[in-house]
């Protein structure tokens, strides 16, 4: 069982519908990420939150929203996405951020079908 | 450039067929070394961090190595289960993870 929740696991949405993905972790880490993953790919990061600022955003679009409301939540909310917006979408945690020195632990992944 | 390249892409070992993933990686200040297994729709699992040249780390069947300049993941009479998808990834000066192209593993009965 991993210790990084996320929800829902699977989420079908329409190019003009908002939704949001849900991620809580309870290990009492401070750094929290956000990666897509497509098939047969690695994970690419998106954004990295660290003491609930965001510290790195890898140029993503602007209908991809991240929120960070404490040190256990992490949102990512979505809007206006593309077909090409299909993937994995997973979060992770580590003990703290900006120092990649201390392995990720990740959450099992909200599978995002765009139609 | 940080760069993270794993070999084989695939391997297909049967029940007890020993082996090992080679995972090399050029990084400026290297600061640690992970592996993880990721089973289909699933999310990477934490396996190990490795953080000099010189150092081991085992679990059950499965042994990391690392040298300045690559990490063996060496499976020891592997079972079924341990087939997944195995992804190194290393940290550097940017404070991100850098991940390879995952090796995919298949142990036949």
């Known amino acids: 069982d991993t210790e990084v929740t996320q929800t829902p696991k699977h989420l079908v949405m329409g190019m003009t519908n908002k939704k949001s993905l849900k991620c809580e972790q309870h290990m009492g880490h401070r750094a929290m990420y956000w990666y897509k993953q497509k098939a047969k790919k690695p994970p690419e990061l998106m954004f990295v939150y660290s003491y609930e600022k965001l510290s790195i955003n890898e140029s993503v679009p602007s209908r991809f929203s991240p929120e960070c409301p404490n040190s256990s939540l992490l949102n990512l909310h979505l809007h206006a996405l593309q077909p090409e917006d299909s993937a994995l979408y997973l979060c992770?945690?580590?003990?703290?951020?900006?120092?990649?020195?201390?392995?990720?632990?990740f959450g099992d992944g909200t599978r995002l079908s765009i139609l | 450039e940080d760069q993270v390249t794993q070999s084989p892409e695939a391997l297909r070992l049967q029940e007890g067929e020993s082996s090992s993933l080679n995972c090399s990686y050029t990084v400026s200040g290297l600061r640690g070394l992970f592996w993880y297994r990721q089973d289909p729709g699933k999310g990477p699992e934490f396996l190990f961090t490795l953080y000099s040249a010189g150092e081991e780390k085992e679990k059950e069947r499965l042994k990391a190595t690392l040298t300045k300049k690559e990490s063996f993941l060496h499976i020891t009479a592997p079972k079924p289960e341990d087939s997944a998808t195995y992804l190194c990834?290393?940290?550097?000066?940017?404070?991100?993870?850098?991940f390879g192209q995952g090796t995919t593993l298949q142990v036949k009965p």
């Open positions: 990834a290393v940290g550097g000066n940017t404070g991100k993870l850098i």
């Open positions: 992770a945690s580590s003990q703290s951020g900006g120092l990649s020195n201390q392995p990720q632990h």
